[in-house]
Antibody, heavy 114, light 112 residues
Framework: EVQLQQSGAELGKPGTSVKLSCKVS????????MHWVNQRPGKGLEWIGR????????IYAEKFKSKATLTADTSSNTAYMQLSQLKSDDTAIYFC???????WGQGTLVTVSS | DVVMTQTPPSLSVAIGQSVSISCKSS???????????LHWLLQSPGRSPKRLIY???NLGSGVPDRFSGTGSQKDFTLKISRVEAEDLGVYYC?????????FGSGTKLEIK
């Protein structure tokens, strides 16, 4: 059974960074793409970017190019997303998803507040 | 960016009835390999999204056959036959043909 286990909720101050993790079990992430998607409170889904863990190649949505950094560690079968220069409108749930959205993590709530 | 327009924004339906949700894209979703990467997701209350249908009409693993998807090019439909209580939530269409990947704005299904 494929499972994506995300790290716990984060409280970050404005201007700081947080790093989220997404550990995959039941499937080798070298053989798929890992996506990150956010959902602001009461809003819809927004794609942030994708990483190919086999070679580290990334593609980002334009608005997240200076906000998010995607990495992956194939030895631990884990994908990561670092969010930098946090602002209040970065407050959201962040999901990792595998393949063409076939599997999703449970989400990580990031709250930005001073 | 490809804009995905979903209608209606909300639906209220009785158990056992059938419903359809429309999703129209601003560009054709046919990829250079000839396949169409349009998918349907359901986000149940308080849960992460779950993929129901991939590539227009293929049922996801464990998804009941009450769900079906049709369409081509820029015009797609999700149909739910014989709605059950567990079907409530927000339905999203998503395209993975063009970067950036984009989602519809969602259709909220409520049970009468």
């Amino acid at each position: 059974e494929v499972q994506l286990q995300q790290s716990g909720a984060e409280l970050g101050k404005p201007g700081t960074s947080v790093k989220l993790s997404c550990k995959v079990s039941g499937y080798n992430i070298r053989n798929t793409y890992m996506h990150w998607v956010n959902q602001r409170p009461g809003k819809g889904l927004e794609w942030i970017g994708r990483i190919d863990p086999a070679n580290g190649n990334t593609i980002y949505a334009e608005k997240f190019k200076s906000k998010a950094t995607l990495t992956a560690d194939t030895s631990s079968n884990t994908a990561y997303m670092q969010l930098s220069q946090l602002k209040s409108d970065d407050t959201a749930i962040y999901f990792c998803a595998m393949g063409w959205f076939a599997y999703w993590g449970q989400g990580t709530l990031v709250t930005v507040s001073s | 960016d490809v804009v995905m327009t979903q209608t209606p924004p909300s639906l209220s339906v009785a158990i056992g009835q059938s419903v359809s949700i429309s999703c129209k894209s601003s560009q054709s979703l046919v990829y250079s390999d000839g396949k169409t990467y349009l998918h349907w997701l359901l986000q149940s209350p308080g849960r992460s999204p779950k993929r129901l249908i991939y590539q227009v009409s293929n049922l996801g693993s464990g998804v009941p056959d009450r769900f079906s998807g049709t369409g081509s090019q820029k015009d797609f439909t999700l149909k739910i036959s014989r709605v059950e209580a567990e079907d409530l939530g927000v339905y999203y269409c998503a395209q993975t043909t063009h970067f950036p990947l984009t989602f519809g704005s969602g259709t909220k299904l409520e049970i009468k």
